[in-house]
T-cell receptor, first 114, second 114 residues
């Protein structure tokens, strides 16, 4: 079975600072990895995904993530945080054997301070 | 393109009552998912449909939960009888096929069981 672990349930950064949200995965087969964002009272929105190919993936709103197989990691970064980035972020993994259903981590709440 | 629609948005019931949620996926999307998101946790898959057939319902508590997707379009999720621990947000998502494609999420139904 596959799973993800998100390190840090709450992360606080200053506006303009680097955003780093950590995600480690466990999978016995090649995984597909995702980052979703959830704003209050809204559904989940896909930020970016890794399937195959280039390990550095760029997403929406200036976010990117790098798939590192040797470290079983898929950390999310953004060079400069904006106030509007404050939200809940979820890392997820899927594999073909599970019909590509998503297995989510517990989420990281990002707080951006002025 | 219209997104995934869900109703109701909010529901409050007493334990042992029954409740039903409705989901209308994006037109043409063959795959439909129901996830349960308990406060402070990531979404957990309950059931996955491919057209009107069930792909995975291994995490669906079948003694009280049921779901159907008639005609391969709309879907309903029912809980009967509800328990306090069923309080959660129920998210519906759809994707164009069962392969690694973006899942589009609805806004969810927030259920409170008292």
């Amino acid at each position: 079975a596959q799973s993800v672990t998100q390190l840090g349930s709450h992360v606080s950064v200053s506006e303009g600072a680097l955003v780093l949200l950590r995600c480690n995965y466990s999978s016995s087969v090649p995984p597909y990895l995702f980052w979703y964002v959830q704003y209050p009272n809204q559904g989940l929105q896909l930020l970016l995904k890794y399937t195959t190919g280039a390990t550095l993936v760029k997403g929406i709103n200036g976010f990117e993530a790098e798939f590192k197989k040797s470290e079983t990691s898929f950390h999310l970064t953004k060079p400069s945080a904006h106030m509007s980035d404050a939200a809940e972020y979820f890392c997820a993994v899927s594999v073909a054997e599970s019909g590509y259903a998503l297995n989510f981590g517990k989420g990281t709440s990002l707080l951006v301070t002025p | 393109e219209a997104g995934v629609a869900q109703s109701p948005r909010y529901k409050i019931i007493e334990k042992r009552q029954s409740v039903a949620f409705w989901c209308n996926p994006i037109s043409g999307h063959a795959t439909l998912y129901w996830y349960q998101q308990i406060l402070g946790q990531g979404p957990k898959l309950l059931i996955q449909f491919q057209n009107n057939g069930v792909v995975d319902d291994s995490q669906l508590p079948k003694d009280r939960f049921s779901a159907e997707r008639l005609k391969g379009v709309d879907s309903t999720l029912k809980i009967q009888p509800a328990k306090l621990e069923d309080s959660a947000v129920y998210l519906c998502a759809s994707s164009s096929n069962a392969l690694v494609d973006e899942q589009y999420f609805g806004p969810g139904t927030r259920l409170t069981v008292t």
